[in-house]
């Protein structure tokens, strides 16, 4: 998901920006498999993703999105001026979520440009591993809840297109089709990544 964040964290190490793949694309529709443990390279992955998801800028962004099949996801949905507040997450499992629904408008940094509203559960509580392996729950709602759902979506293969009519989604599936031919064809300055 996205929402504009500004950068300001202090790099210490070297990190990477990774590209992230945009819809219609197969390995947006694959099921990532756990990691099981968070090692360093684990690590270093949820590192990289959590500074390509401010730079994109977003709010959340999954490992497949940069074409890395493992349940690993990234979330800080604390605005634009406020402190921020980065969650990691590897193999994440809702452990429950509520009968109380709640409907956000959606966006993702793979359907760039389109957004619509998509009804979750209104507050869930979610165990995965933290960047020190640790086993942790968290208690969520809100945006933070429509987050974490859409982020465990991509581990699964599923857009949050996929949760509106086939009508709706094949609408938005068509014009990004469109608009990544329209920038292959004209491919002269380097891809925006
Ligand atoms: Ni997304």
Known sequence: MFWKHSNSQDTVEAMALLPIITAPDPRLKKLSKPVEKVDEAIGRLMDDMLETMYAAP????????????????????????????????????????????????????????????????????VRYLDRQNEVRE??????????????????????????????????????????KKAEKGSQKEPAAV
């Open 58 to 125: 977003g709010i959340g962004l999954a490992a497949p999105q940069v074409g890395v099949l493992k349940r690993v996801i990234v979330v800080d949905v604390a605005g634009q001026d406020s402190e921020p507040q980065p969650l990691m997450l590897a193999d994440p499992e809702l452990t429950w979520v509520s009968d109380e629904d709640a409907g956000y408008e959606e966006g993702c940094l793979s359907l760039p440009d389109h957004y619509a509203e998509v009804v979750r559960p209104a507050a869930i509580k």
């Open 138 to 179: 968290l208690a969520a709602e809100g945006l933070l809840a429509t987050c974490i759902q859409h982020e465990i979506d991509h581990l699964d293969g599923i857009l949050f297109v996929d949760h509106l009519s086939a009508l709706k989604r094949n609408m938005i599936l068509r014009k990004l089709l469109k608009a």
